[in-house]
């Protein structure tokens, strides 16, 4: 697969912040996140987060 030069650093970053320990890795996680937070919005579920003691919840607005 071919990606412009800006997301392959981005993607590069990725591994290392990660640990993974190869693209396909990232790209796999990415999958089963994005198919988790699909599946979620499907059923009317809400995304949220927030900072380990509870403050400062935010919804994440996805498939807008």
Do not use: C, W
């Not at 999958?31 to 919804?59: C, F, M, W």
């Amino acid at each position: 697969m071919t990606v412009p030069d800006g997301l392959q650093r981005k993607i590069d970053e990725l591994v290392e912040a990660s640990h993974a320990t190869s693209t396909a890795e990232v790209f796999r996680n990415a999958l089963t996140a994005y198919a988790a937070l699909l599946e979620a919005h499907k059923s009317g579920r809400q995304v949220i987060i927030q900072n380990p003691d509870g403050s400062d919840r935010e919804r994440l607005r996805l498939f807008l």
